[in-house]
């Protein structure tokens, strides 16, 4: 069974940096894709940032410019550098992993680390 731990969350203050971990517990080459999800008090889960096994990113608008994902294959982790921080992304960020086996998704999910961005 696959794991994703994330690591990484905390309090800042705006305009502050955080640097979000996600561990698998296998080779993260296994995954098309991995990426990172929030969750704001009240709303649902979006998109935040998602990587490709080549490489490829894909963000979403309001985090464009300040957030950065990336991968290190030899250490199974997925990253997410989050820069100039909002209060309004403040939420729980989870860590998302998805593969295709015989034509089905299978898709897992981290535990979640929270984020507050708050002066």
């Known amino acids: 069974q696959v794991q994703l731990v994330e690591s990484g969350g905390g309090l800042v203050q705006p305009g502050g940096s955080l640097r979000l971990s996600c561990v698998a517990s296998?080779?993260?080459?296994?995954?098309?894709?991995m990426g990172w999800y929030r969750q704001g008090s009240g709303k649902e889960r979006e998109l935040v940032a998602s990587i490709t096994r080549s490489g490829a990113t894909n963000y979403a608008d309001s985090v464009k410019g300040r957030f950065t994902i990336s991968r290190d294959n030899a250490k199974n982790t997925v990253y997410l550098q989050m820069n100039s921080l909002k209060p309004e992304d403040t939420a729980l960020y989870y860590c998302?992993?998805?593969?295709?086996?015989?034509?089905?998704?299978?898709?897992?999910w981290g535990q979640g680390t929270q984020v507050t961005v708050s002066s």
């Open positions: 998302n992993a998805d593969r295709t086996v015989f034509s089905n998704i299978q898709r897992y």
């Open positions: 296998g080779s993260i080459f296994s995954f098309d894709a």
